[in-house]
């Protein structure tokens, strides 16, 4: 019978202990396995020579402010404190942009219902990208309300692209087939520093950017 109530307390003990053993799990194999990096923490080396970046310090995206297709002032500053994942495209681009915009609408989707994250898609076309034509392509792939597209003085939203985010663009001067961008999405936290880059094309890539952003609002 003591035998009994020994054995008893043992599996009591155990179920108890259940529970902490999953937490510390948790904490200890999550922190190991899932931390995303935070790029460019030393400065950027081998980018755009006319970028100037300063030397050994933490990268942040920098001061903009650009008109969104709902006509507001949406840039750097609405930035602060919220996941932002950023393109750049334009609404005529015929190759690759229809693809990442269809792309973003899954990302769109993904968080829909979170306060924390928004997109900022920032055309590099702004002279045919205007406001009206931002907007009609907005609900072309049913944006919701955190899913921006933005345009802003020409000269300035290529060297932020550039500069700023750390993607190779060039003007093609109202040629759709001669303008050059990146077809990354870029995922910047809530502090403005790039966490990482994905490719807009490839269902895999936006599916770990799904993840990614998630693990980083786990965090928050």
Same mark, same amino acid.
């Given at each position: 019978?003591?035998?009994?109530?020994?054995?008893?307390?043992?599996?009591?003990?155990?179920?108890?202990?259940?529970?902490?053993?999953?937490?510390?799990?948790?904490?200890?194999?999550?922190?190991n396995q899932f931390d995303i990096p935070v790029l460019y923490q030393y400065g950027v080396e081998?980018?755009?020579?006319?970028?100037?970046?300063?030397?050994?310090?933490?990268?942040?995206?920098?001061?903009?402010t650009f008109t969104s297709n709902k006509g507001l002032q949406v840039g750097r500053f609405e930035?602060?404190?919220?996941?932002?994942?950023?393109?750049? @495209?334009?609404?005529?681009?015929?190759?690759?942009?229809? $693809?990442? +915009?269809?792309?973003?609408?899954? /990302? !769109?989707?993904?968080?829909?219902?979170?306060?924390?994250?928004?997109?900022?898609?920032?055309?590099?076309?702004?002279?045919?990208?205007?406001?009206?034509?931002?907007?009609?392509?907005?609900?072309?792939?049913?944006?919701?309300?955190?899913?921006?597209?933005?345009?802003?003085?020409?000269?300035?939203?290529?060297?932020?692209?550039?500069?700023?985010?750390?993607?190779?663009? @060039?003007?093609?001067?109202?040629?759709?087939?001669?303008? $050059?961008? +990146?077809?990354?999405?870029?995922? /910047? !936290?809530?502090?403005?520093?790039?966490?990482?880059?994905?490719?807009?094309?490839?269902?895999?890539?936006?599916?770990?950017?799904?993840?990614?952003?998630?693990?980083?609002?786990?965090?928050?």
């Open positions: 019978m003591k035998g009994l109530r020994i054995l008893q307390g043992l599996v009591l003990l155990c179920i108890l202990l259940i529970p902490v053993m999953i937490i510390v799990f948790l904490k200890t194999f999550g922190n081998d980018a755009f020579q006319e970028c100037n970046y300063p030397d050994s310090i933490q990268h942040v995206i920098p001061d903009f930035m602060e404190g919220k996941i932002t994942i950023v393109d750049f @495209f334009f609404t005529s681009c015929p190759s690759i942009c229809p $693809v990442m +915009s269809s792309e973003m609408e899954r /990302v !769109d989707d993904a968080f829909k219902d979170n306060p924390n994250v928004q997109i900022y898609s920032i055309s590099i076309d702004p002279d045919f990208d205007t406001k009206e034509v931002l907007e009609s392509y907005a609900q072309k792939h049913m944006a919701s309300p955190k899913w921006h597209f933005l345009s802003g003085d020409k000269e300035e939203t290529y060297r932020l692209a550039r500069c700023g985010f750390v993607l190779p663009t @060039f003007d093609g001067y109202g040629v759709p087939d001669d303008f $050059v961008h +990146s077809d990354k999405f870029v995922l /910047v !936290d809530e502090f403005g520093r790039i966490r990482g880059y994905y490719s807009g094309t490839t269902r895999e890539e936006v599916d770990r950017l799904i993840v990614e952003t998630k693990i980083l609002l786990h965090g928050k």
